[in-house]
């Protein structure tokens, strides 16, 4: 379990060990006004790994959403150290905490509570999205998640509310929304520092490759223990049907979302690499491990929305962050002994079908 860190610190120290280890060059874009929780200095680390600027590329992202990288960390880290020979044929991106204020603040948004994955508008331009869904269901976020009866309440009406109006809505609200700072799923109204920095490592190190393959690593959805693959290419385009093929999805399965669809995202992290490398054929998967039930994930998302503005000056906040960083990275050793025998073999997968697309 050597793998798993507990603070950002922790986390960047091994990643860079063990990428040093490996003999990755590594490229470090650092920040000078903000810090983390401990006033240590955020970095995210790109660790390049086999050709320098490859035809055919991999590339893997850890902490889009923040504190959910430390399961991905530990991924990245563990591959590291147990990985077979790279070949040179194949260029291996590696970015650790490309959203390091939230993965030191052990939160899922940005220091300006911008969910990153809803970020990355085309062109930057257009971010006045009406959210009606969102709208009527923000209500069911307007209570106290330190107190557990108060947080079953709102969770009860909150599902009531959806089987008497449809579970379409909880998509909707997921989708993202423009008009609510502080809100859950906010989009921002401008780029945030961690997607210029995205689109900058796209362009710097991918900027040859005419074949890439992702993997943009993710807690939270899906079962305590389940694996859940997002893709976003249409199904029957050749981009759907590589990424299924890489990792077995060929058959259909159930939609992890009760709606049972994927909701339409706009503006995911992994939409960019396309944006800026339109003549590239990309395709790949957000891979997600589940890690609690949903009331604990509708518990804990309202849970760190309430540490990051109501409940800031509160006493006990340090303690529900970390209550926050255990629902989406469960310290059950079952459960990360389950990332760190699965994430490595999605990565191998990954890996092996970009170099045979
Ligand atoms: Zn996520």
């Known amino acids: 379990m050597d793998s798993f860190s507990e603070s950002y610190a922790e986390a960047r120290a091994k990643f860079l060990a063990a ?43 850890t ?10 960390s530990a991924v990245l880290h563990h591959w590291l150290t147990n990985r077979g020979r790279i070949k040179d044929d194949i260029q291996i991106v590696l970015v650790h905490a490309i959203n390091p204020w939230a993965f030191s603040h052990k939160t899922r948004t ?3 509570n911008v969910d990153l994955n809803r970020n990355f508008i085309r062109d930057n331009i257009g971010y006045e999205r009406q959210n009606p869904g969102y709208d009527s269901l923000a209500p069911f976020f307007d209570f106290d998640p330190t107190d557990a009866r108060r ?21 909707e609200m997921l989708e993202g929304q423009c008009d609510r700072p502080d809100g859950l799923f906010y989009a921002g109204k401008e780029p945030e520092w961690s997607n210029l920095l995205f689109r900058r490592i796209v362009t710097e190190h991918l900027g040859a490759a005419r074949t890439i393959g992702f993997v943009d690593w993710h807690t939270g959805v899906g079962s305590f223990g389940e694996i859940v693959y997002l893709m976003f290419d249409e199904p029957g385009s050749a981009e759907h049907a590589a990424a299924s093929r890489w990792w077995n999805r060929e058959l259909q399965e159930k939609s992890a979302f009760k709606s049972g669809s994927t909701p339409k995202y ?24 589940g890690t609690a039930d949903d009331y604990a994930i509708f518990r ?58």
């Open 266 to 289: 706009r503006g995911l992290l992994c939409q960019s690499i396309r944006q800026e490398l339109p003549d590239a054929r990309i395709a790949g998967a957000v891979v997600e491990f």
């Open 19 to 61: 990428a040093r280890d490996a003999g990755a060059r590594i490229h470090s874009y650092g920040r000078d006004d903000v810090v983390g929780l401990a006033g240590e200095p955020l970095l995210c680390d790109v660790a390049v790994l086999g050709a320098e600027r490859g035809e055919r590329a991999a590339i893997a992202i």
């Open 151 to 171: 947080a079953l309440d709102a969770y009860r009406g909150y599902k009531a509310h959806l089987d008497r109006n449809g579970w379409h809505l909880e998509n």
């Open 300 to 357: 804990g998302d309202c849970l760190d929305r309430w540490v990051r503005f109501e409940g800031r000056e509160a006493t006990d906040a340090a303690q529900f962050r970390e209550a926050y960083k255990d629902i989406m990275n469960p310290p059950d050793p079952s459960w990360r002994r389950m990332v760190l025998d699965e994430g490595p073999a999605v990565m191998d997968k990954l890996i092996a079908g970009v170099a045979g697309w």
């Open 63 to 72: 902490g889009t959403h923040g504190v959910e990288g430390y399961a991905g």
């Open 110 to 112: 940005t220091e300006n």
